[in-house]
């Protein structure tokens, strides 16, 4: 994974509707990028449903939240139909999975990223990161808010 | 919006407020109305009391009834029926629209214009949220998640229910 203290890569991808989405377009506010395997799996509907319960309570710490996997905007659009999300979902689509790998979080074996958030902070710079063990776990919505807090 | 404190805690432990059940070694279990895994794994729960104490977790994006169900158990609650609206409600998810509980307030023989009028105040909406956040502070991710002595508990380590 990406180190903390490190310029966040900057990237281009587009989001659910196909609009162009960059960290950089939320500069002098706060970004999590929420890295997660798959559209519809169960472990990420559980994950995306439950920030999305308190994505307002995200916001109003001057957090985006953006999530990112390497599904198309297709996909991501069905998605977010289905569980009511309102988060923006990025697709690393093509060249498959490569602002993941740029990230630390690639997951070659698997073909999809793993399951991390990534704090950038009003400056550019990854404040905080938490990669979960297996892809299975999910990190609580509890992580985002102690990252929030504690800077 | 009201900011609350959403950074990591311990599961509070079952305490006057918390809707209570049975005797015995406690569980707290966060579940959603809404979700058909809880409603599959109550009968396990309940067989595996103990005490419960259970705690609203609805996921809303997910379940979009689920807030409604809740509310509706505490109003039920306040005349003393909350396990009653509970077990009825996951004993049977295909019926969870507004007519199909007054038909349930009905069969438990409750007051329908009072369970109206509760299942609507604020305070009901607010103490959902509170069992729902602090689940939530506890890493909850997925329901239901059963506490034991402050631990998450799988629930394949609870006993199988006798047939």
Redesign the interface.
Known sequence: MIEPGTEAPEFTLKDQDGMRVSPSDFRGGKVMLCFYPADFSP?C???L??Y???L??IE??GARLLGISVDSIWSHRAFREQ???EIPLLADFHPKGEVAARYGAYLEEYGTSNRSLVLVDETGVVEWVHESPTPLE??????I??AL?DR | MNVSELTSATVPPAGPEDHVRGAGAELIVYADLGCPHCAASWQRIVAAGGRIAFRHFPVASKHPRAPALHAAAEAAGRQDAFFAMIDSLFADRGHVDDPHLWKRVEALGLDLDRFEADRRDEAVAARVRRDFESGLRAGVTGTPAVFREARLVPLQRLPEPSM
Not at chain 1, 138 to 143: F, K, M, R, Y
């Open positions: 472990a509907s559980d994950q449903s439950i999305q319960e308190v307002g309570e109003s710490r569980l009511g999300l999910i990190p609580g919505a509890n992580l808010f102690d807090a």
